[in-house]
């Protein structure tokens, strides 16, 4: 590796990289701390989070924020979405939040709320494709009714609310797209079909876009979740038989919590990413790679 080669660290190493940027003459240790802080740091970026009006969105959107972004904050009900509104503005102040009501599968909805943001609040330049639902039922009982609306809220809405934002970072030669999938993007399990084919799908939309959008400096990347204890899997990690079932099933032997998924959408929608394109990143303590 480059930092071994003549036995510098990799503070030295860093600092030497920064110093390309900033010549200035301070102790390495310092300058690669700074280095290091700039490359996560998201002030002055706009993120649109949808389904950030609670759950594991709301999370991400927490995490961005912390990392130093604005905020826009997104869901379907509008009582929610301002509760959760309220709490951000408390914590980030009123210039860093915004929130914005849409249903992420009506393509003319997503198409006016989008360029009213650009519009009216900036150019977005982090958007997480997070609004999903889950529907369960055997294959065999699934109306076709129902199967349509878990793809068009887990899958079309990436594409639709992806191709939007994706016009104006392909004008501006930058922006982080980060899709959210799940372990049934690799993984299947009886009773939630059209969620594993959405989620499957998501990955390879993620390539997809990345194959058109990458070379006009676009980074599209997935995320993908394992089991994570909210408030919505509360009565799992109380079911003592599944809760078993998750802890001999995951190598970490626990479940997943929020704060494990701060760290990832954070390092995909900061300059720490800037050549990884195209990826789903697992965050399951190894779930999907065992049997
Ligand atoms: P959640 O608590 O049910 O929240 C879903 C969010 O999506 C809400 O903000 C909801 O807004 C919004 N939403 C749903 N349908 C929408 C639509 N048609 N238009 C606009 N907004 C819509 O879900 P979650 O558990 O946090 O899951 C979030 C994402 O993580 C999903 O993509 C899910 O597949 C994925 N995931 C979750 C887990 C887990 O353990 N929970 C694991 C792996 C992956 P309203 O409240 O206004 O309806």
């Known amino acids: 590796m480059f930092w071994e080669s003549d036995g510098a660290t990799f503070a030295d190493t860093a600092a030497g990289f920064y110093r390309q940027w900033v010549p200035v003459d301070e102790p390495s ?15 002055g970026r706009l993120a649109l989070v949808t389904g950030s009006s609670r759950g594991i969105g709301r ?17 379907r009900d509008e009582q929610r979405l301002a509760e959760t509104a309220a709490d951000f503005t408390s914590r980030y102040g009123a210039e860093r939040v915004h929130s914005v009501c849409f249903d992420v599968t009506d393509d003319a909805s997503v198409r006016e709320n989008i360029a009213a943001i650009e519009k009216n609040i ?17 294959m065999l009982d699934l109306e076709v009714a129902d199967w349509q609306r878990v793809i068009d809220t887990n899958l079309t809405s990436a594409f639709l609310v992806g191709r939007e934002v994706a016009r ?21 399990r009886p009773t939630i079909s059209a969620y594993t084919a959405a989620k499957g799908g998501l990955r390879n939309l993620t ?30 990690v109380d079911d003592e038989k599944f809760n078993s079932w ?7 032997a626990r479940w997943g919590t929020v704060e494990d998924l701060a760290g990832p959408a954070i390092w995909l929608a ?9 990826q789903t990143i ?4 190894g779930m999907s790679v065992v049997v």
């Open 29 to 43: 240790t310092l300058l690669a701390r700074e280095f290091m802080s700039q490359l996560f740091d998201l002030s």
């Open 59 to 75: 999370e991400l959107a927490r995490a961005l924020a912390d990392a130093g972004a604005t905020i826009i904050l997104h869901g």
């Open 122 to 138: 900036g150019a977005i330049r982090i958007l997480v494709n997070n609004a999903g639902i889950q529907h369960r039922v055997p």
């Open 168 to 188: 104006g970072m392909v004008e501006r030669g930058e922006g982080k797209i980060i899709n959210i999938c799940s372990v049934q993007t690799d993984l299947a």
């Open 207 to 236: 390539r997809a876009m990345t194959a058109e959008w990458a070379g006009s400096g676009l980074q599209i990347n997935g995320v993908a979740p394992g089991y994570i204890h909210t408030e919505m899997t509360q009565n799992l």
């Open 246 to 252: 998750i802890l001999g099933r995951t190598p970490a």
């Open 270 to 278: 900061s300059d720490g990413s800037n050549y990884v394109n195209g």
């Open 282 to 285: 697992f965050i399951d303590g």
